[in-house]
């Protein structure tokens, strides 16, 4: 009986024995053969050459624009009476061809004529007021002629503008087109400062319906950038843009109606303290192509000019024309495209 456990004691020893020597084995194979690492830790190789890409550059720069603002714009109506509806909202866009309230039941409608309509309008008629309310007529989708005299054709289109803003048909005269049914305001889209219109209550002595941001009389970056690109430049302020000339000066009327329409212009005139600003983007207005290289690819860095090492041929001459984010813009100063080029030049080849 003891030799039968005996026995199997020094069986089991004897496998024991076995399995430590195979993982010992095992250890020695997993040491001796070393094992790759992982494509992502892998110590990168530099590359030797480097190819010149293309894009598109607007030399795009960040600035303020300074605006110089005057009073609050009241929209006026000559109605008489009580407010008996209100479309107006503090905040919101007031748009061409909206109704902004009823007085007495009868709809009081925003017009963005070039000139505010100042009279009533009666065949044969004829001035700039006319022909500023059939340009806005047209814009809107009347597809009428803008010659500035009143015809049959202009009486018609105001009658459906009236009619297609809930103006009851009957009653409407054929040959005259009264000034009340409308309240100028200044651009196609504006923002509501503040509304005084209110349901149930008279008309205010003045006839003031509305309030809009105080009217922009000037703008201009108030500080600009040095060196720019050469070339037209435009100015992005939210969603719209407008021209700007070398000065950074906006002078156009028209740009800065539409500068005044945006709700970011509403919101900086009524909150500023001092002189408003607004953040914009200013950029050539057709932007240049240039080709794209590392900044270890350029030697003999002078001024504004460098040397490139194309992978075969002579060393290049280029103009630096910017850098971005570790990328240097340049163009050939011979006009012609680069291909492939040295990551690290031979810098005792030079261009010059």
């Known amino acids: 009986m003891a030799d039968t456990v005996t026995g199997r004691l020094s069986g089991a020893l004897v496998g024991l024995g076995a399995m430590v020597v195979a993982a010992g084995v095992a250890v020695a194979v997993a040491v001796a053969v070393p094992v790759d690492p992982p494509a992502a830790l892998r110590t990168a190789t530099p590359a030797g050459t480097v190819r010149a890409t293309e894009r598109s550059d607007a030399d795009e720069r960040q600035v303020q624009l300074a605006l110089d603002t005057g009073a609050p714009r009241a929209v006026v109506t000559s109605m008489t009476g009580t407010v008996t509806a209100a479309a107006c909202s503090t905040g919101q866009p007031l748009k061409s061809g909206d109704v902004i309230a009823h007085v007495d039941g009868r709809a009081v409608i925003a017009l963005a004529s070039a000139v505010p309509l100042w009279r009533d309008l009666a065949l044969e008629d004829t001035g700039d007021d006319v022909r500023g309310l059939q340009r806005e007529f047209d814009r809107l989708g009347a597809d009428l002629a803008v010659d500035g005299l009143v015809g049959a054709a202009t009486l018609r289109a105001a009658r459906q503008f009236l009619v297609d803003r809930g103006v009851p048909r009957v009653g409407l005269p054929k040959d005259m087109l009264t000034k009340d049914a409308f309240a100028w305001v200044p ?110 690819a350029l030697y003999e860095i002078e001024g504004d000019r460098a040397c490139v090492q194309p992978t075969s041929g002579a060393p290049a001459e280029v103009e630096v024309l910017g850098s971005e984010l570790g990328q240097s813009f340049v163009r050939a100063t011979d006009g012609h495209a680069l291909d492939r080029l040295r990551a690290s030049p031979d810098r005792t080849r030079s261009c010059r």
């Not at 149930?200 to 201009?220: I, K, T």
């Not at 919101?267 to 192509?289: E, H, I, K, Q, Y």
């Open 187 to 296: 651009a196609a889209t504006n923002t509501v400062r503040s509304c005084t219109a209110v349901v149930g209550a008279p008309v205010p002595v003045e006839g003031v319906l509305a309030e809009l941001p105080a009217e922009l009389r000037s703008a201009r970056i108030d500080a600009v950038p040095v060196d720019p690109v050469p070339g037209d430049r435009s100015l992005r302020i939210g969603g719209t843009e407008v021209l700007v000339d070398e000065r950074g000066v906006v002078s156009s009327t028209e740009a800065l109606a539409r500068i005044a329409a945006l709700p970011e212009y509403a919101a900086t005139v009524v909150s500023a303290d001092g002189v408003p600003t607004l953040p914009a983007s200013w950029s050539l207005r057709s932007p240049r192509t240039v080709q794209v290289v590392p900044p270890t």
